[in-house]
């Protein structure tokens, strides 16, 4: 419709490697007909990741088809006095904290998130699990309905600021089955944190991009998630701070990403109508 209209920038932009619908044969047909319309449509077919835009079924040579980044907002991160984020959610200053920020929904597979803290306990009693995120805590406690009662587990839910929950934690985890480019991701790593995550291809490209990001197979199980996930909570201060310094100079800062915005969301530019033989003799 924006084409038929005459709407001269079109951007489609692409933010998941996968719909996460089944391999039907409906489905695919759709596929097929989005992907045929697609370069017809959009004058800029963007994606957060290279796998987003390998999902579009992308034309290598069509310089429409292309990489842009998401951006982290420093101003999201703020508000993290380490000491009062503890005290907030009663946690202990001296324990590591397992960290999570993200809604309920079965494509973050948070449950796995109590399986790994349980894993850790073994290793280190005092280890603390502070999950926060929107749409309530069922799909956590259908599957684990004693988590309620652990003290060393915090459903926080839903928060209005993300600075304090990344002040608290030592380590952020990210086992979710599908992503696009998760923004926490890049807040977390903007504040320090490093992050465990699942193998997940868009996670592999960010990972040759910035350091402070280690994957971890969801088939290696929860005792392999633990140990990476002590192991990153144990990093010492210089290293957190270099990640902070690489962040904030590195393609994903809200300026710069917005630049390219501006870049994309101007207009092409009009022709110059060739003069009329009265215009030229005016002008001369």
Not at 19 to 24: E, F, N, Q, R
Not at 61 to 69: G, S
Request: aromatic residues 6%.
């Amino acid at each position: 419709m924006a084409r038929l209209c005459g709407v001269p920038v079109r951007v489609a932009r692409m933010w998941s490697e996968s719909d996460g619908d089944p391999d039907t044969p409906v489905r695919m047909a759709k596929r097929a007909v989005y992907r045929w319309l697609l370069p017809r449509a959009a004058t800029d077919v963007l994606g957060v990741t290279a796998a987003t835009l390998d999902f579009t079924g992308r034309r290598d040579r069509d310089p429409r088809f292309r990489v842009l980044y998401n951006g982290f907002a420093a101003d999201r991160i703020v508000g993290g006095d380490r000491h009062a984020a503890r005290q907030r959610w009663q946690l202990p200053l001296d324990a590591p904290i397992l960290g999570y920020l993200g809604r309920c929904s079965p494509v973050k597979n948070r449950p796995f998130l109590v399986d790994v803290h349980r894993a850790a306990q073994v290793r280190q009693p005092d280890v603390r699990l502070l999950i926060a995120g929107a749409r309530g805590t069922d799909d956590i406690t259908q599957v684990h309905p004693d988590v309620i009662h652990d003290p060393r587990v915090v459903l926080a839910g839903d928060v209005e600021e993300i600075g304090p929950v990344l002040a608290a934690a030592d380590v952020l985890l990210l086992p979710s089955l599908m992503e696009g480019l998760p923004g926490v991701v890049l807040e977390a790593l903007a504040c320090g944190l490093p992050v465990v995550a699942n193998d997940l291809p868009c996670m592999r490209e960010l990972a040759t991009l910035v350091p402070g990001l280690t994957l971890v197979p969801l088939s290696a199980g929860a005792d392999r998630w633990a140990e990476a996930a002590l192991e990153q909570a144990a990093l010492d201060g210089a290293e957190r701070e270099r990640l902070r310094q690489f962040m904030q100079s590195s393609p994903f800062t809200l300026d710069h990403v917005s630049r390219e915005w501006r870049r994309i969301w101007a207009p092409p530019a009009q022709p110059t109508p060739p003069r009329s033989l009265e215009q030229s003799r005016a002008r001369r």
